[in-house]
């Protein structure tokens, strides 16, 4: 009982950074988005948790919106070419999936899940942009860098109080 009550600080501090972040959904409107921020949120912490790692999360993200893009534009001229998006498509994913997993050989660019994630908020988001990329990049990568935020001031938090638990004990 006594280390669930040690440990309610942190569950604290997490609920009340998601709070946080629900509010900044809030109240920018169509700038940023909190699921977007809580999937850039949890990159951060499968990345490491460290700035380096938070970096590498920025890099591949920005490099799977890249490639969501490259899916798009290549998927629209290959069924403009086959008349049939059931051929274009797949092909285009197939064909951007190799070269993405040739990234993990790229040590800027080697954290694959960040891709991925950043492509799967980028396919949701530019749906509710009608596929404006002017509209739905800006809003990805702003909600990006505020889980990234998010990320560093947890395990600040989290640091700090395990720092004056320890020292009490």
Known sequence: ??????????????AVLAGLMQLLDLQMGDLFF???GFAAWACYFLA??????????ISCWVAGLV????????GTV??????????GFPISVALIAFFVILCEKVPA????????VGAACFFSS???FSGDYAKSVPVLLISCLVGQVFGL???FLRTKYGSMIESEA
């Open 1 to 14: 009982m006594k280390e669930f009550i040690k440990f309610t600080p942190h569950a604290l501090i997490i």
């Open 34 to 36: 909190a699921w977007t």
């Open 48 to 57: 490491g948790c460290t700035i380096k790692g938070g970096v590498k999360v």
């Open 67 to 74: 490639a969501s893009i490259a899916i798009i534009e290549l």
């Open 78 to 87: 290959l069924t403009e070419m086959t008349g049939s998006p059931s051929i």
């Open 109 to 116: 660019l080697d954290f694959i899940p960040a891709w991925f």
């Open 126 to 128: 530019n749906n509710l």
């Open 153 to 155: 001031i947890t395990v």
